[in-house]
C-alpha cells in the first residue's frame, strides 16, 4: 500500500542533520539573550554589536528553517523534529530522542517486483534498492497460430492465467 514501510535505513547523516540543528538551536538561543540585553544598553559599541548579533539571529533562523526542511525531506515528521529539539540533553539516556533510522515508505500502491539489497548493506542515496509495479492496468503480449487468428478477433476480451498467481 501507498505509505506502507518497506525497509528502515540507518543514516549517519541524519544523525548529523540532527545534531546540526540541536547546535544552531542552541546557538539561537544564546544570540536571542544576548540581543535582548544589547537592546537596552546605550553606545556607539552597544549598536555595533547589536547590529552583529542581529545579522547572526536572522542567519541562525535561515539556519534552523533549512535544517528542518531537510530532515523533513529525509522522512522525519515534524513530531519527530519537535521531539529531538526539545530534549534535554543533559538528561541520561536523551539519545533516544534522536532519531537514528529513516524508514523507506512505498510511494504507490504495488507489489514489489525485485530488490537488489540485503539487511546491514550499506546503500547509496542514488541507488535504487526496489523495484515497484503497479497492477491497476496491466499489458500482456501474446502470439497466437495461424490457423487460430481467426477465431481471436482484435478487442476481444481474454482471461490469462499464471502459475504464481492462479487467480
Known amino acids: 500500500q501507498a505509505g506502507q514501510v518497506l525497509a528502515t535505513i540507518d543514516s549517519l547523516e541524519l544523525r548529523n542533520l540532527q545534531g546540526d540543528l540541536l547546535e544552531a538551536h542552541v546557538q539561537f538561543a544564546w544570540t536571542k539573550q544576548r540581543l535582548e540585553k544589547l537592546r537596552k544598553l546605550q553606545g556607539i559599541s552597544a549598536i555595533k ?38 530534549t534535554d540533553f543533559s538528561e541520561k539516556n536523551c539519545e533516544a530522542s534522536l532519531v537514528t533510522a529513516v524508514p523507506l515508505r512505498s ?12 539487511p546491514g548493506e550499506i546503500v547509496r ?42 487467480e
Open 49 to 86: 554589536q547589536l547590529w552583529q548579533r542581529e545579522k547572526e539571529y536572522q542567519v541562525l533562523q535561515n539556519s534552523i528553517s533549512t535544517l528542518t526542511r531537510k530532515l523533513l525531506l529525509v522522512g522525519l515528521s515534524r513530531e519527530d523534529i519537535e521531539r529531538v529539539t526539545s
Open 107 to 118: 510511494p504507490s500502491d504495488g507489489w514489489v517486483a525485485g530488490f537488489d539489497v540485503v
Open 125 to 166: 542515496p542514488t541507488q535504487i534498492l526496489f523495484e515497484m509495479n503497479e497492477l491497476s492496468k496491466v499489458w500482456v503480449k501474446g502470439h497466437i497460430y495461424q490457423q487460430d487468428a481467426a477465431i481471436v478477433p482484435l478487442g476481444k476480451t481474454v482471461r490469462i492465467t499464471f502459475p504464481s498467481q492462479p
